[in-house]
């Protein structure tokens, strides 16, 4: 019989998903809170006026919170790290960041000033923003996420801006725990 190896010495300590998700940040430049994961690329029409007829108000938390009425019915870990990709102005984020409770909230966009207005929106109806994390990210960007280090990859009209529909799932898959 082969006596069973040991080792001796630190463990290695591998970090968490929040950690690893943190640490990723990390390593991107930051201005004004957002961090920049892709270049930015401005909506093809005035950000400012994507609202206009569409009624986006404190009303509109509902879009998020049927999300969440879901995922609380799955039982899922809202302490693992939650991506909003494609955020613009937040018709799904302002119920998620509101009434969502995860550890941590990346709220993206490739575009700046749907990420600053989306800001602004979020500080008017009063959320909570220490869980929320801001970056500027295209979905082809999405290859570039820590593996398995995300519980929940949202979007809400979002899909038809992704050229390669497959690999962005592939991606996706591959950052989710």
Request: charged fraction near 20%.
């Amino acid at each position: 019989m082969h006596a069973a190896a040991t080792m001796k010495g630190p463990a290695l300590a591998v970090p968490g998903p929040m950690q690893a998700v943190d640490d990723w940040l990390a390593g991107f430049l930051q201005a004004d809170g957002t961090y920049q994961v892709s270049a930015p690329r401005p909506f093809a029409h005035d950000e400012a006026e994507f609202d206009t007829g569409l009624r986006i108000d404190a009303g509109t938390e509902l879009i998020g919170n049927g999300l969440l009425a879901e995922l609380r019915r799955e039982g899922f870990d809202f302490t693992l790290p939650a991506l909003e990709l494609g955020c613009g102005s937040g018709s799904l984020s302002l119920g998620l960041a509101r009434n969502g409770g995860f550890s941590r909230l990346i709220l993206s966009d490739p575009s700046p000033g749907f990420l600053a207005i989306l800001r602004r929106r979020l500080t008017q109806y009063g959320v909570d923003e220490s869980p929320l994390r801001y970056a500027m990210m295209a979905g082809e960007d999405m290859v570039r996420l820590p593996a398995e280090s995300f519980g929940l990859i949202a979007l809400r009209h979002t899909v038809h801006h992704i050229l390669d529909v497959e690999g962005f799932l592939r991606q996706a898959a591959a950052a989710l725990r």
